[in-house]
């Protein structure tokens, strides 16, 4: 199972990166393998308000959908949109070109798990 240490984790399987007060957001290569073959994104608006632990979006794969949870407390600033067109991106390469959205957001990030507390949950 591929956790890269440079990112933060939920609970919920969502990966997060940092960068200032903005954060990108995917879900994680186990989210990814327990859904299976991703075949459709609902992405987020770009403008929409989201609370921790809101939804943000479903993912639906061959057998079954999956809501996304946003990470943080934010706006959405802007959504992965190859997505709309191969949502089977995230199925090769979940951490990079299968991101889903972009948060900007203000205030402490707080609990997020690092690569070893994820990597502990999921055991």
């Known amino acids: 199972m591929n956790v890269p240490q440079n990112l933060k984790y939920t609970s919920t399987h969502e990966w997060i990166s940092l960068n200032g007060t903005e954060a990108t957001v995917g879900i994680t290569d186990h989210a990814q393998s327990e859904l299976g073959d991703i075949v459709f994104v609902e992405l987020p608006q770009v403008g929409q308000k989201v609370e921790v632990g809101s ?3 479903t993912i639906e794969a061959v057998k079954t959908v999956a809501d996304l949870y946003a990470p943080l407390a934010g706006t959405i600033t802007e959504v992965n949109s190859a997505l709309q067109e ?3 991106i995230i199925n090769k390469d979940p951490y990079n070109q299968g991101w889903i959205a972009k948060i900007s957001f203000e205030g402490k990030v707080e609990g997020l798990l690092d690569a070893q507390a994820y ?4 055991h």
């Open 86 to 88: 191969d949502a089977a």
């Open 55 to 57: 939804g943000m979006g």
């Open 119 to 122: 990597e502990a949950l999921l």
